[in-house]
């Protein structure tokens, strides 16, 4: 059976007992929860907790048992957190804080022993407990938001909270959409929409990432393929569709294995997938990452590499990486006008790619003189809220129809 997500608990029920081995932490959603230890025949009372505080955290992060008793004072509904997810956080942890979390908890299990076994008032244990747990409340407040996140963004894969928007690229030469970026959202119940900001980067600690890149090339391929169908008689070549993929999707074949897959399931011209990668997914692993690219290369895939200009921009990856496409980030694009400096960074870029043979996208173009004066230095491609915004599926189809959206000028067309 899977192990659900909300636990429920009625008032006097323990969740579990001291001594136990445990296997989950958990965060309060509604209700109180008690921790208590046993002296003799007595419970003695040594925190009481309510929604937002996570209790059972201890026995994961030292993998021994549980030092005290937790009981539902009221009914409760409690978020359950798996070993797994906090050994995950502390295998990535740094090392030094990893090892002061341990000497902490040792030094509380032990402290906690002697108060169990004295004779001194309950006040003193209630009391130091209640300050620690302050403490701890203020410096864990992150973390909890953060398990949360994770735990939800898992149940997310399950219920398909996930919605992928598709931003229009636009042929520089012809004004007419050349494909799609692929951008994922995650429609949360709760807390509403979260932008991919907000839980890539926790998707990426976790396993989860290659669950939701595999998520990802599946849909982006589906939709594509529907906006394909739509367009009835194709003027120039069909639209491709970029995927952003993150490093750990280059740590295991899945990804690739999946995209061999789905163009020898299909028909489909192998180059209509562009895979975006970041310089940071080169630096952390040139090797694997070089051998994967090769393949998605000798397969057709085309590269991009995204937010050029931005980490270390070494050239040296244009020539070591098979890559066909630079993106030029929009913090350039949003300066070049009023910063002589990065108009020159992105003349300079756009002319030295062209001498490598690589074609150029510039991304978040918002208004007409940005437009206007990439396509003065020859840019091939280009990406922003004025050309496009990410559009849901009925949108994008309507859009690739439509037929081309700025003159060659360019000037923009009306809708
Ligand atoms: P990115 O790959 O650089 O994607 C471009 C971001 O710029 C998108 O934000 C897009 O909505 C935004 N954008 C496009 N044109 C404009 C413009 O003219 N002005 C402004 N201000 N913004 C513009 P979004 O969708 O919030 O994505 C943020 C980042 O999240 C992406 O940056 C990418 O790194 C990551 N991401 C998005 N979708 C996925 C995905 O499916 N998988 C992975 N691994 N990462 C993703
Ligand atoms: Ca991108
Ligand atoms: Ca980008």
Known sequence: MKEGLMQTVKAGENIFCKGEQGEHAYIIERGQVDISFKRGERSIRVASLGPGEIFGEMALIDNRERSATATAAIDCELLVIRREQIQAVLKTADSTVSLLLEVLLGRFRSMQGRLDFSSEPSAVIAQSTESLRKAERYRHRNAIDRLKLERELEQAIEENEFQLLMQPII????????????????????????????????????????????????????????????IEAPLGPLPFVSINLSGVSFTSDKALTLIQDLVEESDIDPSIFKIEITEGVLIDNPKQVSIMLDRLREMGVQIALDDFGTGYSSLSYLVAFPISTIKIDRIFVSNMLVDGRSLEVVRAIISMAHTLDLKVIAEGIENVPELQSLWQMNCDYGQGFLLGRPLDMEKAVAYAKRGPVMTTGPVMLQN
């Open 171 to 230: 042929s520089m030469t012809t004004g007419r959409p050349a494909g799609f970026e692929a951008l994922l959202r995650w429609d949360h119940s709760e807390r509403g929409y979260i932008p991919p900001d907000q839980f890539i980067a926790i998707a990426e600690s976790t396993d989860l990432i290659q669950s939701i890149d595999l998520w990802v090339i599946r849909h982006a391929f589906r939709q594509i393929r529907e906006i394909h169908n739509a």
